[in-house]
């Protein structure tokens, strides 16, 4: 088992308190709801070298395809063709945080400033 996996898997493991499962068993069938899949995220997003979305839990739902997934994001972002990292200003969906508004648009109605 590649170390990538042994993390992941260690981390589902402490978030859903058991080690009942496959490491090709579905998040949802072992014990994955919505919340610990927030929690998932964020544990494998602290140790792992690219990040992953609640969503991305979801769509590779398997310990196998979440590591998957990282070594590929991984690759890419080693070849430049996108972050290891999410930038801090993305959304869930990409979409920037802090809105655009042009100069003229500020100087009427000031830049916009999220909470």
Known sequence: MSSRREQIRSVWEQTLGHGHFTDDESFS???GRCLLAAQVTARINRVAPARIAVRDLFDHPTV????????????????????????????????????????????????????
Do not use: D, E
């Not at 990292?85 to 003229?104: E, K, N």
């Open 29 to 31: 069938v072992v014990g």
């Open 64 to 115: 196998t395809s979440v590591a998957a997934l990282i070594a590929s994001r991984t690759v890419r972002a080693r070849r430049g063709v996108v972050p290891s990292r999410l930038s801090p200003s993305l959304g869930c969906a990409g979409s920037p945080r802090v809105g655009y508004r042009s100069a003229t648009h500020q100087r009427k109605r000031g830049p916009r400033i999220w909470p």
